[in-house]
């Protein structure tokens, strides 16, 4: 008979293997079930955020601006260098060290906890109805085991959209996988896509030396983000050496040839245009990752573009299977996958003891988003333009880095933090900000929403001085046009 436990996690990215952790603190009895392999062809925990995401991204992201910095914004420390010269295999390897020290350790939280971890392909097969319990198979290239969940969370994530016209080799057209193992700078890059990905990798591979045109097809730049701030980061981008952004684009075709690649697309005048590059990142968004989980076969509820049909719980429309991350609605950000797996650990808690729930419906409105250019952005909460559509009456309070001291002592003063809080009861409606550390900073604008704090709840805090932080309470004190040091 096969092995039963009281919840199965398909998918061990930040979704997956956080909700079958908090499920093994709760005392239920976890498996989690995981196909990724790395480039040796282990198993390797962690997803794509952590593999081929978010961290190994951000080592690429800290070495590149550490080369910039000390080739560029050293001088004025009176600190001088000659013949700087970059290894990208050791960057490389750096890179892979830190991956490989994160996997490592969620596979020893998983010991820990007593989650079993399987390696292969999850399947829903059926649900046992005398067992009260679905059957799943777990195919690792071949080798099949089947086992039995009572409850099932479903963490598979997402993958690279492809054009279609132009199939991704990592070798000249590259995704996010490609871009973060290349093994030289190539001279000439293009990056076709303007979003949190084509930016950052674009921001890599500039910093090192590469000469970078972005294509967009987007009529504007960063368009999710406040206008502002958009507007702001353009004009801070353009200005560094070797960045090209153009939106309002259509790409109309891509040769591959032995050493380059030619991009036939129209301008935001419907101008023809080509562009000619040694090597081509695609990062046109990410669909969700649903192939083979036997969503036909049992009839699990999918949307028009493919995401798992879920309500404010993360529940579907089969009996005991939940989803989670960005096989799901909403933003896809690491933090809210493992938001969501966290909340449907303890709502399965609750159904399992029949003790009372302490998990909520996420609030998309409280989640940060973060782009780690350089300068970084952040935000969280209603922009501008999506406060003004929906006829929501709003002040603005905002203050730049250049005015603060921490910022002028780090050299790093390009940018501003943006308050914008309600007309009447004064409560904080979004958060925008472009500059040094602000991802670090957003957190501070998190916390004031999520309990409802006003822009004076934040302007009555004392912040250390000197500190970035301080922009954020000038800002704050601006919305009732009190800032201090402007």
Not at 180 to 188: D, F, G, I, N, Q
Not at 299 to 309: K, S
Not at 416 to 443: C, N, W, Y
Not at 456 to 472: K, N, R, Y
Request: proline share 3%; net charge negative.
């Amino acid at each position: 008979m096969s092995e039963t436990f009281d919840v199965a996690v398909i998918g061990a990215g930040p979704g997956g293997y956080v909700a079958a952790i908090r499920c093994a603190q709760l005392g239920l009895s976890t498996v989690c079930i995981d196909e990724w392999k790395n480039s040796k062809g282990k198993a390797s925990l962690g997803g794509t955020c952590l593999n081929v995401g978010c961290i190994p991204s951000k080592a690429l992201l800290e070495s590149s601006e550490n080369y910039f910095q000390i080739q560029h914004k050293s001088s004025v420390h009176g600190i001088s260098a000659e013949n700087i010269s970059v290894d990208i295999p050791v960057m490389i390897a750096r890179k892979d060290k830190i991956v490989s020290t994160f996997t490592a350790g969620i596979t020893s939280l998983f010991k820990k906890n007593k989650i079993k971890s399987m390696h292969g392909r999850g399947t829903l097969l059926n649900l046992e109805v005398s067992a009260n319990a679905w059957q799943i198979k777990v195919d690792d290239n071949g080798n099949v085991e089947t086992i039995q969940a009572k409850h099932v969370i479903v963490a598979t994530g997402s993958i690279p959209r492809q054009l279609s016209f132009t199939p991704i080799d990592n070798e000249m057209v590259l995704d996010n996988a490609g871009a973060l193992a290349l093994k030289h700078v190539p001279k000439r890059l293009g990056v076709i896509g303007a979003g949190v990905i084509g930016l950052e990798m674009g921001s890599v591979w500039c910093r090192l030396g590469a000469e970078v045109t972005i294509l967009e097809a987007m009529p504007g730049f960063l368009m999710a983000a406040d206008e502002q701030i958009a507007k702001e980061a353009k004009s801070i981008f353009t200005k560094e050496p070797g960045l090209r952004i153009n939106t309002g684009v259509n790409i109309k075709s891509v040769k591959v040839s032995d050493n380059s690649i030619v991009v036939g697309y129209s301008d935001s005048n419907n101008q023809d245009q080509v562009m000619e590059v040694d090597k081509l990142i695609v990062a046109i968004g990410r669909i969700p990752n649903t192939n083979g989980l036997g969503i036909e076969e049992n009839g699990l509820a999918v949307d028009e573009r493919g995401f798992i049909v879920v309500d404010e719980y993360c529940r579907t429309n089969l009996t005991n299977i939940y989803a989670v991350g960005d096989v799901v609605r909403g933003p896809m950000l690491a933090h809210k996958a493992s938001e969501e797996g966290v909340a449907v650990a303890e709502m399965i808690k609750h159904l399992e003891t029949s003790q009372a729930s302490t998990s909520e419906a996420i609030d998309f409105n409280t989640i940060p988003w973060v782009i780690y250019t350089a300068p970084e952005i952040a935000w969280v909460g209603k922009n501008e333009q999506e406060l003004r559509a929906a006829g929501i009456a709003y002040k603005v309070g905002q203050f730049p880095f250049i005015a603060n001291g921490r910022a002028r002592a780090i050299g790093e003063t390009s940018g501003f933090v943006k308050v914008l809080a309600d007309e009447k009861t004064d409560r904080v409606l979004g958060v925008h900000m472009i500059g040094p550390q602000v991802s670090e900073l957003i957190s501070e604008a998190v916390m004031a929403m999520k309990f409802s704090a006003s822009s004076q709840d934040i302007a009555s805090i004392v912040h250390a001085h000197p500190s970035l932080s301080e922009v954020l309470h000038e800002a704050a004190l601006g919305v009732d046009k009190r800032a201090l040091h402007i």
